[in-house]
C-alpha cells in the first residue's frame, strides 16, 4: 500500500475503498460474534471452517467458469461461494441426522470435499494466481459498494431474526432436549440459522479470507465467555472485541503496510491472549471469592 | 396427570434395555423407579417423554397416546446431572428462566416460583458461580415453569450435600401433595425421605411394580 504517508483517518475521506473496507469491517465485527457465540455453544466451532473451505469450492468453480469456459455474467465468483456455503451447510445437516452418535464426523466429510473440489478447479483454471491468494487471505480493501450492499441486506436480516427469536435462540442452543419438551420447532429454527451461517460464512471471505474466517467468529466469543457475567453481556464484550480488532487491525496493516486479513485475526488472538493474563494474575482470586459468597447464599 | 405404560419394549441396536413394562399411575401418585446402573431407568423416562420412539408397547398421559401427545408443556423433566444442558458458556439464572411465549407462568409468578424453591437471591448471578444444589435448585424451577401435573425427576440429587438433598425432598413432597404426579429416579431409596406411593424397580430390563405405603409415619 502506497498511501501511508497520509493518517489512516484522513486516507479513509479520500480513498472511497478505504471507507467501504471499513464499514464492511465494522458490520462484520458485529455480526459474526452474534452468530459464532450460538455457535460455540452449541459447540460447533468447527462448522465455520468447514464451510469456508466448501465456499472456496464455489470460489473456484466460479473462477474456472468465468475464466476458461467464459461465463461472464458471473459478476462475482463470491455468489458462487455464498451458493457452495449454503450447500455445505445442508450436508453437514444431512450427515449430521445420518451419524447420530458421531455428529462432528460430517465436518471432516464435507471440508475434504470442499478442498479437494477447490484443488481440483484450482488447478483446471491455471494453477495458483492472486485472485486465489486474496479469497484464501482476504481482501478487505478490494470489496465494492454492491457487496456492501449484500453484506448490509444480511446483517439486518439476521439481527432482526435474533431480535425477534432472542428467547427460543438461547433455549435451543443450552439445551436442546428440552427445547423440545416445550413444543418449539427446533429442527425448523436449526436449519435457518444453519443456512444465515453459511451466508455470513461466505460474506467473511471477503473480510479475512477462506482459511481465517472462522477466527472473526470464534476467538471474540472464546475471549468474551472467560469474562463474561451473563450470556447478554459476554454477546456485548464479544461484538466490542470484534470491533477493535477489526479497526485496530485495519488502522495497523494501513499503517504498517501489512496484509489487512492477518493483521484483523492476530489482533483478535492477541486480545484474547490478554483477556487469558489479566484473568489470570488479576480476576481470578476475587472472582472465586465472590463464588464462595453466592454459594453461602 | 395418569400415566399408562402398557407392555413396553425397547432396545439400542441389538440390545433390549426394557422387557415388556407395564404399570400405571394415577394422578398425585409418587413413582420411585429403582435399578442399578444401565438397568434402563434413564432410557425409561426418556420413553415417556416422547424422546426415545417407543418401537412396541404403548404408552399414554391422561389416556392420550403419547404419539399423539402434543402438549410435553404439561410435563416437568429435571434430567441427570442436567447432562444435556450446555455449561461453561456465561448464562444467569434468570436467562435460564426467561418466560417466553413457550412457559405458562408470569414474571411474577416465576419470582414466586424462585422464592418457594429459595434461590430468590441468585436470580442474578452466573450458573457456573454456583453450588450443585443450588444448580438443582435453577433445574426444578425450570420444570415448573409450566405448572407441570406430571414431574420426572432423574437423579436429581447426585452431588448436592445431605442438607440441601433433605430440603429437595421436602420440596418435592409439598409439590406430589399439590397433586402433581412425580416419577422419582433414585439410585439410592433409603437416602430420601421422598414419601412414595409406588415402586418400580428395574433389573435386567424387567420390571417390579408395587404399591407402598406412603411414608407419613416417618
Known amino acids: ?127 495458483f494466481n492472486s485472485s486465489i491468494y486474496n479469497y484464501l487471505f482476504g481482501s478487505i480493501l478490494t470489496v465494492g459498494d454492491r457487496y456492501l450492499v449484500v453484506i448490509s441486506v444480511t446483517a439486518v436480516i439476521l439481527v432482526g431474526l435474533v431480535l425477534l427469536f432472542y428467547k427460543e435462540m438461547v433455549i435451543i442452543s443450552f439445551d436442546e432436549q428440552y427445547a423440545k419438551l416445550l413444543g418449539i420447532k427446533v429442527n425448523r429454527f436449526q436449519f435457518v440459522s444453519t ?15 477462506v482459511l481465517l474466517v472462522s477466527s472473526l467468529m470464534i476467538i471474540p466469543v472464546a475471549a468474551a465467555m472467560k469474562v463474561g457475567k451473563s450470556f447478554k453481556n459476554t454477546l456485548t464484550i464479544a461484538i466490542v472485541f470484534s470491533e477493535t480488532s477489526i479497526i485496530g487491525g485495519l488502522w495497523l496493516s494501513y499503517e504498517l503496510n501489512i496484509a489487512s486479513g492477518a493483521t484483523i485475526v492476530l489482533v483478535n488472538v492477541l486480545i484474547l491472549g490478554l483477556v487469558g493474563f489479566f484473568k489470570r494474575f488479576f480476576i481470578n482470586k476475587r472472582l472465586k471469592d465472590n463464588q464462595l459468597k453466592i454459594q453461602a447464599k | 396427570m395418569r400415566v399408562a405404560v402398557s407392555n413396553l419394549t425397547f432396545g439400542y441396536d441389538y440390545r433390549t434395555v426394557l422387557k ?54 404439561n410435563v416437568g423433566y429435571v434430567p441427570q446431572k442436567f447432562d444435556e444442558f450446555n455449561y461453561e458458556f456465561p448464562i444467569t439464572v434468570n436467562e435460564i428462566l426467561q418466560v417466553s411465549k413457550y412457559s405458562k407462568v408470569t414474571e411474577d409468578e416465576k419470582l414466586e416460583l424462585l422464592d418457594k424453591i429459595g434461590i430468590l437471591e441468585i436470580q442474578n448471578e452466573n450458573i457456573n458461580n454456583l453450588s450443585g444444589g443450588q444448580l438443582q435448585r435453577v433445574f426444578i424451577v425450570r420444570s415448573l415453569m409450566n405448572n407441570p401435573k406430571l414431574l420426572i ?31 422419582l429416579i433414585t439410585h439410592n431409596i433409603r437416602e430420601s425421605n421422598a414419601k412414595f406411593t409406588h415402586m418400580l424397580s428395574l433389573h435386567n430390563g424387567e420390571a417390579l411394580f408395587k404399591e407402598v405405603p406412603r411414608g407419613d409415619e416417618e
Open chain 2, 153 to 183: 425427576l432423574d437423579e436429581p440429587t447426585v452431588g448436592v450435600d445431605a442438607q440441601n438433598v433433605e430440603n429437595f425432598y421436602q420440596t418435592v413432597n409439598e409439590l406430589n401433595a399439590e397433586g402433581i404426579t412425580i416419577m
Open chain 2, 20 to 73: 415388556d413394562i407395564s404399570f400405571r399411575l394415577n394422578s398425585g401418585d409418587f413413582l420411585a423407579i429403582i435399578g442399578n446402573n444401565g438397568s434402563g431407568k434413564s432410557t425409561l423416562v426418556k420413553c415417556i417423554l416422547g424422546i426415545n420412539k417407543v418401537p412396541s408397547g404403548r404408552i399414554s398421559l391422561d389416556d392420550i397416546d403419547i404419539t399423539e401427545y402434543h402438549n410435553f408443556k
Open chain 1, 195 to 209: 443456512i444465515i451461517l453459511a451466508i455470513v460464512v461466505s460474506l467473511s471471505i471477503a473480510t479475512v479470507g
Open chain 1, 1 to 127: 500500500m502506497l498511501l501511508a504517508n497520509v493518517p489512516f483517518v484522513v486516507a479513509l475521506f479520500e480513498y472511497p475503498f478505504l471507507r467501504y473496507a471499513l464499514i464492511t469491517g465494522v458490520i462484520m465485527g458485529g455480526i459474526t460474534p452474534l452468530i459464532g457465540s450460538f455457535v460455540v455453544i452449541r459447540r460447533l466451532s468447527f462448522i465455520a471452517d468447514t464451510l469456508s473451505h466448501f465456499s472456496l469450492a464455489g470460489l473456484s468453480i466460479g473462477l474456472f467458469l468465468i475464466n476458461i469456459i467464459g461465463f461472464t455474467f458471473i459478476s462475482d465468483p463470491l455468489y458462487l461461494a455464498m451458493v457452495f456455503s449454503v450447500i455445505g451447510a445442508l450436508f453437514i445437516e444431512i450427515l449430521r441426522g445420518y451419524y447420530q452418535n458421531y455428529k462432528e464426523i460430517s465436518m471432516p466429510i464435507v471440508m475434504s470435499l470442499g478442498t479437494a473440489l477447490s484443488a481440483l478447479f484450482i488447478s483446471l483454471s491455471g494453477g
